[in-house]
């Protein structure tokens, strides 16, 4: 398991990621994200309270709790 590279936050200090490619697809199926939207799996060394420029950590529990994408400009 890597470590990131800065830990900010506690969601830093997650365990490792165990999302593959193929449950990108499914979630991006199920939730019906477009594919304008990239979703990638962060590397092992990233910290996730520091995001690439452009891009947002989300995580697939809020997607389970109703949140969909693309986000409505007002969020």
Known sequence: MGVPKEN???????????????EIAKYRAEYRIPESVR???PGPTESLSKPKDGEV??????????VR???????
């Open 8 to 22: 900010l936050f506690s969601v830093d200090y997650l365990g490792p990621n165990k999302i593959s490619e193929r």
């Open 39 to 41: 979703m990638r799996i």
């Open 57 to 66: 950590v989300f995580f697939t529990d809020v997607l389970v709790q109703g």
């Open 69 to 75: 994408l693309p986000l409505q400009p007002v969020v």
